[in-house]
């Protein structure tokens, strides 16, 4: 990626090139450039690509696995599904200073950006194993994990330092 193709605000690069760098990925993934590895007990992942202002995830997720309600800090994020499908259930923000949870389906060819801010799950809600690729910009340091409360606010639990999509905290949890 050229220097001019950067963006100068303060993630290195914007949604729109995170969302083309992940279906660039999918189809080398797809194409048999990168083979992912499935473990049927959790999420497996590799980093495909790292420099100072990106780097690229590919993660596998066993039937019936999810993460936790999260957002990943000060970095942009960008999802394309390869094989299966994932379900995001994101929080969404309803203009009177409250909000809920909201579902969106992710088939293979599919893909969603994650701005600032954004707080989300994503399921495997099938039996079936699924694939996708991931990216962050500027490259993950933290994850801020979430819960939503009797009154029905997001409320942040934790934060977790770590430059991987898989934190060892909870993998060691989910064992």
Known sequence: ????????????????????????????VE???????????RRWYTRLYRDPYVDVWLITWPGDTSTELHDHAGSLGALSVVRGSLTEHRWAYDGRGGGGIVTRELGAGRGAA???????????????PAVSVHAY????T???YYAVDEAG??????TVLTDEPEPEPLLEAAR
């Open 153 to 158: 606010s997001l409320r942040r639990t934790r």
């Open 137 to 140: 910009s500027p490259p993950l």
């Open 31 to 41: 194409g048999g450039a990168h083979l992912p590895t499935h473990d049927p007990a």
């Open 1 to 28: 990626m050229a220097l001019s193709d950067r963006a100068g605000g303060p993630t290195p690069l914007v949604l729109s090139q995170l969302q083309a760098l992940v279906r660039g990925y999918a189809a080398a």
């Open 114 to 128: 994650f701005p600032l801010g954004h707080v989300h799950d994503v399921v495997n809600a099938a039996g079936e």
């Open 142 to 144: 933290a994850m801020s």
